[in-house]
């Protein structure tokens, strides 16, 4: 069983503006104005959301979703400034997820934009989604020396 820590309590930096939450342990909704749009943003820890038997979670994981009608040409920039406040505020997280139905092709191309790459569809039950991630340099850095061992 995996320990699932409170999710963050998030500060976006301008254009956007958090108005309200409502936060739990492992969830906040967040309402947000920036770019001419006010809509409501989910925060939530992977490993008790709809997310957490979709793939291999880690208790820090945190999924984030957009809610509403969001500019186009601003949702990139939202979701680069929703993935910069949850690793300020939780250096642990591995993963910043966001899970567009698989079908919303401006959502993921507008997630691909802000950094986030595709990782597989999953198929929830209720609806399928495709995993998009954004990860911080100490998780995806990697040895390019592929003829050592680490630690030999």
């Known amino acids: 069983m995996v320990t699932v820590p409170q999710v963050p309590q998030l500060t976006l930096r301008p254009p956007w503006n958090v108005l309200s939450t409502r936060p739990t342990h492992y969830s906040s909704e967040l309402r947000v104005r920036g770019h001419s749009a006010q809509l409501t943003v989910r925060v939530e820890r992977c490993a008790a959301g709809r997310l957490r038997n979709a793939y291999p979670v880690g208790a820090h994981d945190t999924e984030v979703g957009v809610h509403g009608t969001c500019p186009p040409a601003a949702l990139p920039d939202l979701l680069q400034a929703l993935t910069d406040a949850v690793t300020d505020e ?28 595709y990782v597989l569809d999953v198929d929830l039950g209720t609806e399928a ?9 100490w998780v995806t850095r990697t040895d390019m020396d592929l003829d050592r061992v680490p630690g030999s």
Request: hydrophobic share 50%; with cysteine; net charge positive.
């Open 90 to 117: 939780d250096p642990r997280c591995r993963r910043v997820v966001f899970a567009p139905a698989s079908t919303d092709q401006a959502c993921i191309r507008a997630a691909d934009a802000a950094g986030f790459r």
């Open 129 to 137: 989604v495709s995993l998009l991630v954004a990860e911080p340099l």
